[in-house]
């Protein structure tokens, strides 16, 4: 009913959501996310009716029955709220907007008096609609219960097993599920119009997400170290090219684009990068048929953080990421919305579930034509974590040539990631005495079907006009064991491939110091599509583009140079550094580190508000 409600508030709908059938879809796939929401109100009035039914008081039967038509009035109060709000603000009830009441002459002053009686009426009228039938069906069936005449210890027996059972059903309720990631927002989403998800998405569950995001936030002090304009003034030189200079490698400005995201791949795995023999033959393979950047680094040290690095070019700071903030997603470019209007048709396709670090949320919200996780596939084995990379990259090759030219293809493996449940039947072992011997293993296994798919590749029609991009989401630790707050330990690999490529470029390498969120802006640039969108990204071809990368680890941050680098924990004051007793050159990165934390933070909290 407050679906409904929420629907017909926000008429006229016209091409907000193109595909109408969307609507009546947006009422069951949420399924999951009422249930927790319902459990989530629930738990306390039932708990306290177990105790009614054990000790036979009639204040506990009271009070439950006080809870529910509090959270009654309460849940009404936070749908209808939230009905009105997104008819003005396009947005689901947050914790911004609670900020409000704060000051409640400003919310009656600046909302009509029609609609205050619309609510005030909705409330009532509904409040007594839905407490009338708990009243009518619920309530004399709990009260009968609490009458029955029995023993205490055979109540008290009865009422424990069911406080177990409650509890245990409750718990899975509320996560979504015994096993495997637990549930957020973003599991309702299931459409490319953003209207559909929302109305797919319970108010009162966005709402105590929002809340629980915001809670886990650091301090802006921790951030802050500069004034605002001087904080970006340390770090502007860093995304100037002191010359806008061009360099053509593609044969053709409209390439069919695939993005290969690699599971936490370290450069310490690849030999061409400096790493350890024969562990990814394939790579190596490939390096030398594309164009190959030695000295890239990732932004990002969780997927969360690293897939948008990517995609979006947009950064994180320590312990905070853009797509856990789904307010602030919107606001955050994406490559496949930039070459939309050439035609392009996009598609992301990943073995495990996406609702993982609120993905799922960010790829649709991003208006990837075709998405596809884990939960739509269902002809292979499955691991722990979802469907390994040995057969997702048999599904992409078989996908690909399905779709329509030009296209977008971004697959995110999996394998590479704990718990490397995958059969292993390789002769090749790492050192018994790798710290991170199954790691390892797994990049090779990883290997060995990215060749693989990369041989069957080179034989399709597809191959010659596609552009081949790889990269690492985050880094990994590694047989070396680098220190998190150690420049090498954000070594990744990014290789561009494909027969898109120009001739004499190929077997390049670009050895100058590069970020993952350059990538973005190197590839638009080539397709001569606008790049001014992407903040945070430059052009790696250009060899006047400042070679530089801003890198970060939980609870800090660093900056890299060709020279160096040097990485700041945030609450302390000893630096770590390559520069040794350098200490110009230290503060100098160390400033720059802080600095580029602060002023993308203040960014973020610019968007909250």
Known sequence: MQRLFFILYQLPIHDRIHNKIDILHA???NFILELSSATILSLLPILIMIAYAVFNKKILFRIANVLVLLFTILYIAISLADTGLYREWTAKINIQALEHFKNPSEILRTISTGKQLVF??????LSYVYYFFYR??????????????APFYRKAFRGFGFFLLYGFLAIVAIRGGLFGIPINQS????SQDVLANDI??????????DIDIKSKLPKAEVYTHFSAQEAKDIIASDFIAAKDTFVSVLNTTRPN??????????????????????CTPNFNRYA????????????????????????SAYPSASRLAIVNHPAQVPSVPCINESIKEAGYTSSFLYGGELIYGNLKGYVYEKKFDHISDQIDIFKYPEGKLGIQDEFMFKELQERIPQVKRPFLYSFFTLSSHMPYDFEYPFSWHSDENDP?????ESVHYADHHLGKFLDSAKKTSWYDSTLIIISADHSHHTIKQWESHDAAHAHIPILFLGGAIKPEWRGKNIDRVVSQLDIVHTVLKQMKIDTKPYVWSRDMLNPYTPASAFFIFYGGAGYITQEGYASIYQQQENAKTSFGDDSLKTKSYIRKARAFEQVLYSGLQQKQE
Do not use: H
């Open 436 to 440: 991170e011997k199954s790691y390892t």
């Open 136 to 149: 009518r069906f619920v309530l004399r069936a709990m009260y009968q219960q609490g009458q029955i005449q």
């Open 27 to 29: 009422f069951y796939k």
């Open 257 to 278: 684009l695939l993005f290969i995201i690699l599971e936490s791949w370290s450069a310490d795995n690849i030999s061409c990068l400096g790493g350890i023999e024969n």
């Open 187 to 190: 599991v309702a989403y299931f």
């Open 288 to 311: 030398q048929e594309g164009i190959l950047c030695t000295r890239a680094y990732a932004n990002a040290y969780v997927s969360d953080q690293g897939v948008p690095a990517i995609l």
């Open 120 to 125: 005030i009426v909705g409330l009532v009228l």
């Open 200 to 209: 797919a998405v319970n108010p009162l569950y966005n709402l105590i997400q």
